[in-house]
């Protein structure tokens, strides 16, 4: 018996089509997926799990094209989990870069070390190993499980949560958080067999990265169209207008600039020319101190922001807390 996808059931109020097969709707993504998926080294034959691993980390709120360079430097720095644990936390965070959210970083650091030394230098195959290592949370340990392994878990990210709200529930856009309906639709719609399940979380998540997008979907593209209730019920608006991230004033915005000056830094940096307001001749003229040579366009972008000394002095301490930075009577400076 052919199984068939309960639209009335997900979605009673849109004027969906009376239901399409499940496996038309997967041989669909799939095959589409084989023609179209952009070619990614962390996808390549001779991937390795600690490369899914680290390329997983990177591409969390991160988009592919930012990833791609630091991956591949980072991969030809540290081509094994002991390499990258045997390095030192401020050698880990200089390297992230401009990444963002460094403490990315250090999670990937902490991980490693784990690694190296419970489980002899090699990513663990288990789920519930995956699980536990330092900052792998539930979609990372599925991910490397599915990606590396060729394991059956379902994987739900941002994409795939967009296109199975469009394609089976009708609405433009998933709910700020995961829920459980959400969870229990992805498994029900995951192939039993384990190859199929692969292809699918693969294919899936590369629809929503190329045509279901959030803000312009390119529907004319898409394999399974005329498969969607979210078209079909005229493409509703969204329930909640997503609100993107604020960065220009943020707190996030002068930490990103702490850190470029320390990144940058040979030696620590006098915590004065980190706080100030002042312009850089000012600064200077009130006795901060001399800015090292090598910083000094990183120290004009800071001190050209327009923050005030308490939320510098706030952004530091949260680097300070996070374990971004460290502090002593020299200045500051990364991690040791």
Known sequence: MVSRLPWSVMNPNAESPAGAPVEDVRRAVVEWYRGSARDLPWRAPQRTPWGVLVSEIMLQQTPVVRVLPVWQRWLQRWPTPSDLA???????????????????????????????????????????????????????????????????????????????????????????????????????????????????????????????????????????????????????????????????????????????????????????LLLTDLTGSEALAQGHGAPPAVVVAELTALWRLPAPPEQRRRALTGLLADGLAAADDAGVSLPG
């Open 86 to 272: 045997a390095a030192s936390p401020a050698d880990v965070v200089r390297e992230w870069g401009r990444l963002g959210y460094p403490r990315r970083a250090l999670r990937l650091h902490a991980a490693a070390q784990c690694i190296r030394d419970e489980h002899g230098g090699r990513v663990p195959r288990d789920h519930a190993e995956l699980l536990a290592l330092p900052g792998i949370g539930a979609y990372t340990a599925a991910a490397v499980a599915v990606f590396a392994f060729g394991q059956r878990h379902t994987v739900v990210d941002t994409n795939i949560r967009r296109v199975e709200a469009r394609l089976f529930s009708g609405r433009a856009l998933p709910a700020r958080s995961l829920t459980a309906a959400e969870t229990a639709l992805a498994d029900s719609l995951l192939p039993e067999d384990v190859a199929g399940s692969v292809a699918w979380n693969q294919a899936v998540m590369e629809l929503g990265a190329l045509v279901c997008m959030a803000r312009s979907p390119r529907c004319g593209e898409c394999p399974v169209r005329d498969s969607c209730a979210w078209l079909a019920a005229g493409s509703p608006p969204p329930e909640e207008t997503p609100r993107g991230q604020a960065w220009h004033g943020t707190d996030r915005q002068v930490r990103g600039a702490i850190m470029a000056v320390l990144r940058s830094a040979v030696d620590p940096v006098p915590e004065p």
